[in-house]
């Protein structure tokens, strides 16, 4: 295990915070959320961002990707997370490269990952189907039929799932609800017929949609994965979207510490700054030491998956509940220490705390972490 950046992973770092400083500030997401933008994210941006190749860090050299890692993404996905910026980064880059890249056929690779690195298609992957994640909690259905198989069900809390053109969906073609065995995944374009979809507008103004499927066909050959056994794929997939939201969730949780950090020394009261207050000066102290573990938790993670560590789940999982946790004490923190203007809109310190309650949820909150991490150490 590393816990020390490569010099390419450091200049990727550099880059990736130059550019959504001066790209993305946090009022290009009020504008997003004020204007009502039916896209919830900018696609110029989008276009610099897969110029600058973050699109392709998962995909193979042979497919046009660069094959840099999950560490390489990872300072991107941080860095985006200090100007809470909204993209199809996780979505795509993340989740629809994943997914591709470990269980894609040649066809499959072929036939997506060139859009994919060049920005042009947007993925989403159609999984939850009740109020907390559930991987194996799967009902819709994938009824095998000449040719192929027709899918019918719904889904919640799609990421990006209005504006994507592929759908990763997650189906039961055998078992009950709850089975481990008997899940499949299938690559579906976002228009088939039969496909309804409507957007989510979340509490920290980002992409969600719900999804359903009514008589939905989809072709043998678009069955990702092993048919029947897709958990472990899908389980894969997931680790590297939890990596990856974690390392954002650390930039978050960075940027909302260091503003709140500057309030106590600007703000004044009987004369003093606030921040010579003892009693502040131990909050601040305990957030930037939470900070600081899970930096090194999220490293970590995304490293052991890099290495494919035989400990890299149990990482993941470490990783995320750590991220949880830290952001949702840093964004509280920031409010409540700002006073009642942290409370207004118009202060940008509560989208922190709105984006930490929205990616605690996603792909499992702490509880969810805790016991995968103890069912994984055998206990």
Known sequence: MTLVLSSDARMVRETAFDFFREKSPIVELRKLRDSADKD???????????????????VPEAHGGSGFGMVGLAQVME??????????????????????????????????????????????????????HAPNRISLAAKST????????????????HVA?????????SGETNDRTGISLFVVPADAPGI?????????????????????????ENVLGPLGAGADLLEAVLDRARAGLAAEMLGSAEEA?????????????????????????????????EIETTRS??????????RRANDAASLVSLAKAKANETLHLVG??????????????????????????????????SAFHRNRYADLQGY
């Open 196 to 220: 309804v979809r409507s957007r989510s507008i979340m509490a920290d103004s980002r992409n969600a949609a719900r999804i359903s499927f009514s008589d939905v066909h989809v072709a043998s």
């Open 79 to 132: 860095a985006s997370g200090r100007s809470l910026t909204a993209s199809p980064l996780v979505s795509t880059a993340l989740i629809g490269a994943s997914a591709l890249d470990i269980a894609g056929s040649e066809t499959q690779k072929n036939n997506y990952f060139p859009s994919l690195v060049a920005g042009e298609t947007i993925f989403a992957l159609a999984l939850e189907e009740g109020p907390h």
């Open 257 to 289: 510490f260091e503003r709140t950090v500057q309030y106590l020394k600007d703000r004044r009261q009987f004369g003093v700054p606030i921040g010579s207050f003892q009693v502040l000066k131990h909050r601040a102290a305990q957030m930037f030491c």
């Open 332 to 365: 509280n923190e920031g409010v409540q220490m700002h006073g009642g203007i942290g409370m207004t809109d118009e202060h940008e310190i509560g989208f922190f705390m709105k984006r930490s309650r929205v990616a605690e949820a996603t792909f499992g909150n």
């Open 297 to 306: 938790a999220v490293l970590a993670a995304n490293d052991a998956l890099d």
């Open 146 to 161: 000449s040719g192929g198989y027709v899918l019918n069900g719904a889904k919640q809390f799609v990421l990006d799932g």
């Open 40 to 58: 919830g994210f900018s696609r110029n941006l989008w276009a610099e961002m897969t110029d600058l190749g973050w699109t392709g860090f998962l």
């Open 165 to 173: 053109n592929v759908l990763i969906v997650v189906a039961r073609t």
